[in-house]
C-alpha cells in the first residue's frame, strides 16, 4: 500500500517523500485497517524497526489539522531527544505545527506550552503536571505512549500505570496509541486500554537467533555458521568475522566492569589489525575522541577516547549526556565498529547492529547471587539486531561455554515464551507516593473512592482493587501519622504539607526524614551537615565508586561533626552503616560545591561522569525541596540555606558564583575565570566588552555578545 493513497494530510505524505519512504510495511497496513486513522484506540506490538512511531504521526496528523494537540509519552530523556528529531522532519516541517520537550523541573505546569501543538515529554513529567493541574491538558486529543511493556518495570511501571489512568479520567475522549516491543499478553493491556491489536512479527531486516560455542553459531532454524578462527576469544573472533563481512556488532554485558574489558581487548586487536579500519575512518574516529577530550580530561575520558580512536566504545551510565551522544552518532555513522554496552541501552536509543552478541544469560544480584536475566529482556538485546539499508540479515547471538549451556539458552532464551506484562503498581514505595498523589491533587476523599480508582488501574484490571486494599489502608495510615493528610469521619484531606510534598514529587518518606531532623536538628548546621541530611533521603542514588574505608569515613566526621543537622549515631546502632554512607555521598556532594573538577572527582572518588549527574541532579532537587517543606512547616531558618546549596549544587560552585553562572553561556569554569579577572558581581560585569570576554574566557564573538546582551535586559 502507498502512502499517499492514505486518507491523511498532504505535508506528512510530502515530508515522508523527501525521506524515501513510499509504502507501508505490514503492521501499518494492519493498524490503518484497525482503524488508527479513525480515532480507534490501539494497541501496536511488533518488533524494533517495524514502523510503529510512524503509525503515530499518521493519527497525529489528521489530530494537528482538525485543531488537536498531541502528548507523547517516552520513558527516558534520550527518548525524548531522539524524538523530537524525527517529529520535526515529519509532522512540523512546511507546517505551522510546534513542537516543545518537557522533561524536568518537577514543580511546574508549564503553561507555555499551551501555545505548542505537540509535546514530548517523560512519564514522570507528565505526572507531575497532571499533580500541578495543567490547564492545557484537557486540549489534548491524542496520547501516544512510546515503550508500552515498561508497565512491568519495577522501577519505572507503577509511574507509567498511574499516569494512563489519570489522563484517561482527564481526557476520556482522548485516542489512544500505545506502541512496544512483542508483549504476549497483549490482549491485557488492550483489554485495559479498551484498545484494538496490531500484532506482528514482521521485521525489515529478517532475525536469525543463535548460539555461539567456540567458533560455530547454531540458528533456531538448523542452519549453522562456521566463524573464521581469527582471535582464541570467542567475543573478538564474533566480532572480527562481523568486520571483515562489513557489519557491526553491539555487544551487551552484565556489568559496567566487563563492557569496559571487553572494549579494551577488542582495541588492542584493531590496533595491531591496521587492515581493519579504513585511514579515513580512522581520521573520522580521532575528530570523535577529541571531542570526548574537549568536555573534561580525566583518567576515565582518556580511556574512552583511546578506545573510540581504535574503532571500539562502551556504553554504560556511568558515559555523561555528551559522551553517550558521540558515541551513539559514531556508531550510527558507521566510523565505531563496535559498542560494548550494559543492559540500559536495550531499553533506550535506537541503536542497531548487523550482529548483537550477548555475552550472559545470568546477572549477579547481590543478596541472591547471580539469577537469570528474563526472557523480555533478552528479547529486547536481540531487537536491535539488523540495521535498515545496510544489512539483509541481523544476528542475535547468545555465547555459550558448554553443550549443557547451549541447550539450556537456546531452550529457555531463543525458543522461550515472553513473561507477561504485570503490574507493579502495589510495591509500597510507589504506593505511598501516588496514595499522597490522589489525595492531594484530585477528587478522592474516602477510601472508597482511593479503591474505585485503583480499580481502573492496569493492577485493578488484572485482578481487582481489593488485593492491595490492606496495603492501601496501611499506606493512609502512614501519611496521617506523617501529617500530610487528615482524616475526619472517614473522610481525607491533604494538609498544606500533604498538597505540596505531592507537587514537588518526592516520596512523603524523604519529607518525613527530612522534616524529622528539622525538628530535632542543630541550630547552625553546616553546608556538609544539609549535605548528609540528603544524602540520608532514599531518592539520592547509590552511585558506583572507589570504596572508602570506614576510617577515613569516620576520621571525616570527626572533622565535620560541629556542624552535622543529624545527629551522629553509636558505632553499635543498625543505623550507623547508613549514617556513614551518608557521608560518603556528602563528601563527592562537597567537593563538587567547591567546584572540584571532574576530573579530580573522577581521581579521588571514582565517580564516572553520567554517575556525578545523576546523583547533583537529584541532591539538587532534594535539596530545593527541603527548603519548600522549611517553609511551609514553619522552620524558616532553613529555607535559604537549603535554596542557596539547591542551586550551588546545580552549578557546582560556592556562593560568590552564583550571580554568574545564572546568566546563560556562563558556567563554572567561565563563572571563575571572570571572578579571578575582578568581575566580581553583576554590576561590574555590565562594565565589561565583547574583547574582554573573549579574552578572558577564550570564547568566540556570538557567546560573548549573548552574555552582555542578557546583562542589559
Known sequence: MKIKDLSIPKFIVENLEKKGILELYPPQVEAIKAGVLEGENIVVSTPTASGKT????????????????????????????????????????????????????????????????????????????????ASWMKDVTLVVVDELHLIGDPDRGPTLEMVITRLRKTIPNAQYIALSATISNVGDLAGWLKAKIVRSDWRPVPLKEGVLID?????????????????????????LNILLEGGQTLIFTSTRK???????????????RLDLI????????????????????????????????????????????????????????????????TPTLAAGVNLPARLVLITEVKRYIPGYGYQSIPVIEYKQFCGRAGRPLYDEVGYAVTIAKNKEEKEYIMERYVKGDLEKIVSRLASEKHLRVHVLSMIATSNIGTLGDLLKFFGETYLGYLYGSRVIKEKVENIVEFLSRGRFIEVDDGFMKATKLGVRVSQLYIDPLTALIILRNLDEGYERPSNFGLLHLIALTPEIPRIPMKKLGVHILEEYLERKKNGMLVKIPNRDDEFYEEYLDA?????VLEAWIEEMPDSELYDRFGIQPGDMAALRE????????????????????????????????????????????????????????????????????????????????????????????????
Open 278 to 341: 579504513s585511514w579515513e575512518d580512522r581520521e573520522k574516529l580521532k575528530e570523535y575522541a577529541e571531542e570526548i577530550l574537549a568536555e573534561e580530561r580525566s583518567g576515565f575520558t582518556e580511556n574512552l577516547a583511546k578506545l573510540i580512536e581504535n574503532g571500539v566504545a562502551f556504553h554504560h551510565a556511568g558515559l555523561s549526556y555528551h559522551q553517550r551522544k558521540i558515541v551513539e552518532e559514531a556508531f550510527r555513522s558507521r566510523f565505531l565498529k563496535t559498542v560494548v554496552a
Open 215 to 239: 567458533s560455530r553459531i547454531e540458528f533456531i532454524d538448523g542452519t549453522v555458521k562456521e566463524l573464521k578462527p581469527l582471535d582464541r576469544s570467542s567475543v573478538v573472533n564474533a566480532v
Open 258 to 272: 566487563k563492557a569496559e574489558e571487553y572494549a579494551l581487548k577488542i582495541a588492542r586487536t584493531f590496533s595491531e
Open 618 to 713: 537529584s541532591a539538587e532537587w532534594i535539596a530545593y525541596s527541603a527548603s519548600q517543606i522549611a517553609k511551609i512547616s514553619g522552620h524558616s531558618k532553613y529555607v535559604t540555606p537549603f535554596q542557596i546549596l539547591s542551586e550551588r549544587i546545580k552549578h557546582g560552585v560556592r556562593e560568590e558564583l552564583l550571580p554568574l553562572v545564572r546568566l546563560r553561556g556562563i558556567g563554572r569554569v567561565r563563572a571563575r575565570a571572570l571572578y579571578r579577572a575582578g568581575y566580581t558581581s553583576i554590576e561590574k560585569l555590565k562594565a565589561t566588552t565583547v574583547e574582554d570576554l573573549k579574552r578572558i574566557l577564550g570564547i568566540g564573538e556570538k557567546i560573548a555578545r549573548s552574555i552582555l546582551e542578557q546583562l542589559n535586559t
Open 583 to 587: 557521608v560518603r555521598l556528602a563528601m
Open 54 to 133: 510512524l503509525i503515530a504521526f499518521f493519527s497525529a496528523s489528521i489530530h494537528l489539522v482538525e485543531g488537536g494537540k498531541i502528548l507523547y509519552l517516552v520513558p527516558l530523556r534520550a527518548l525524548a531527544s531522539e524524538k523530537i528529531l524525527d517529529v520535526n522532519e515529519i509532522l512540523c516541517e512546511g507546517t505551522r505545527f510546534k513542537v516543545a520537550i518537557s522533561t524536568g523541573d518537577y514543580d511546574s505546569s508549564d503553561p507555555w506550552l499551551e501555545a505548542y501543538d505537540v509535546i514530548i515529554s517523560t512519564n514522570e513529567k507528565v505526572d507531575s503536571l497532571l499533580r500541578h493541574g
